[in-house]
């Protein structure tokens, strides 16, 4: 019997009965989910970096943002307000469409 000590999307216990198997949950504790939805967003971002291929990338991409999604609701916010945010230090900072590569700086 597989042991996984991990934070899963919320249909899957139900996936795993629909196979005729059963499992053990628990519902976190907030600080408990916050800790979680990070070590995810390593797992998911570890996936996207070792993916292959456009498609595959994307689904990792896709598990990302869906963490995303639920740690802005985890500080009080929402996906519109992350938006809002990434786009004000886009508009301050600029954004990374330039593939620009900083080598030095040197002072004056």
Known sequence: MPIYNKLVRDHIPAVIERAGKTCTTRRLEKSEYIQELK???QEELTEYLQASDDESALEE???????IHALAKCHGADIEEVERIRERKAEERGGFGERIFLVEVQDA
């Open 39 to 41: 070590k995810k967003s």
């Open 61 to 67: 991409l896709a598990d990302l943002l869906e963490v």
